[in-house]
């Protein structure tokens, strides 16, 4: 079993930024953030992989994946936010080719 936690979501006008940060119970060696805004399925926002990366194109050059192995933390660095960023935001790990995921963070961005 892996338990995540996310924190760092919130209300954030367009073109701010925001960081969200996710701890997971143990060191996993892929993990990822998804979103999912309403009446829309979960997609795939960013991931990392080892040292790898990978972006939705919608994001690329505007949000960041980033980890401490030591802290056994993910990442996600927000910035240029714009409305259709608003969503809630899952952290995800792929364990034995199971996924886990948090309970979820709402990011609403809204002047």
């Known amino acids: 079993q892996v338990q995540l936690v996310e924190s760092g979501g919130g209300l954030v006008q367009p073109g701010g930024s925001l960081r969200l940060s996710c701890v997971a119970s143990?060191?996993?060696?892929?993990m990822g953030w998804y979103r999912q805004a309403p009446g829309k399925q979960r997609e795939l926002v960013a991931v990392t992989v080892g040292g790898a990366s990978n972006y939705a194109d919608s994001v690329k050059g505007r949000f960041t994946i980033s980890r401490d192995n030591a802290k056994n933390t993910v990442y996600l660095q927000m910035n240029s936010l714009r409305p259709e960023d608003t969503a809630v935001y899952y952290c995800?790990?792929?364990?034995?080719?199971?996924?886990?995921w948090g309970k979820g963070t709402l990011v609403t961005v809204s002047s």
């Open positions: 995800n790990a792929r364990h034995l080719l199971v996924d886990y």
């Open positions: 143990r060191s996993i060696f892929r």
